[in-house]
């Protein structure tokens, strides 16, 4: 397997398997709290990008004003942090993960669509800020995946060439984005089967957890 001088990490369902935690918050506010008819899968296919744009795309663009989509936003995070904190975790296998790539001097960054208060809250309370050089969060982007703007501006941040980067991924539009930027992926199913990525043609690897990626022979190493 080729070697490359970044990683770039998706958060949510790719550093933590929270997934499941989103979907349950999201579906009672856009179900239960204003009354939109969709089932979980469909509230499911909603949930890529920043808040206030699956906002949009199930109620329709001038429904909600910026501002109540701001609170909405806040309310979805504050409640979703509530449900999740106790079960809060790294997937298997990531920290000695981090810890061998950081040794390795292999830069790190991460980039998310997660808005700063979910990305401090999973960095701060695991304690594993100090492992990156760079975060981009929904609030650093005017354009969402699948386009590249997050993955591009990481690979800015660490000064590193698109193609030198790769990036971990859980979800299709994220996946798309990594190839929207000349990237190359490794891909969790904690929240995707394998067959929701058939028309993806960057992926090297489908894992469940990063104990996989320690015990393989071909550990992806910088340099």
């Not at 990683?7 to 550093?15: P, Y």
């Not at 109540?68 to 993960?97: A, C």
């Amino acid at each position: 397997m080729e070697k490359y001088e970044a990683f770039l990490f998706d958060l949510n369902g790719t550093m933590i398997d929270d997934m499941s935690y989103h979907l349950e918050v999201w579906y009672d506010i856009v179900v239960n709290k204003f009354g939109a008819d969709l089932s979980r899968d469909e509230v499911k296919n909603h949930m890529y990008g920043k808040n206030q744009d699956l906002l949009t795309r199930v109620f329709g663009k001038d429904h909600f004003t910026t501002d109540q989509m701001n609170k909405i936003s806040l309310e979805k995070e504050m409640n979703y942090q509530k449900i999740y904190r106790p079960y809060l975790d790294l997937l298997p296998g990531l920290f000695s993960f981090l810890e061998k790539a950081k040794k390795s001097g292999v830069r790190m960054a991460i980039g998310s669509a997660a808005i700063p208060f979910n990305i401090n809250f999973v960095l701060d309370n695991l304690k594993i800020r100090d492992y990156f050089d760079a975060i981009v969060s929904a609030d650093d982007v005017e354009y969402s995946k699948p386009h590249p703007e997050t993955f591009l501006k990481a690979a800015h941040y660490l000064n590193v060439d698109p193609s030198r980067c790769l990036v971990f991924e859980d979800a299709p539009k994220g996946v798309e984005a990594a190839e929207n930027a000349g990237m190359k992926t490794i891909v969790f199913t904690t929240t995707h089967e394998q067959s929701d990525f058939k028309q993806c043609k960057n992926i090297l690897r489908f894992v469940k957890n990063y104990t996989e990626l320690l015990h393989s022979d071909k550990i992806i190493t910088t340099r």
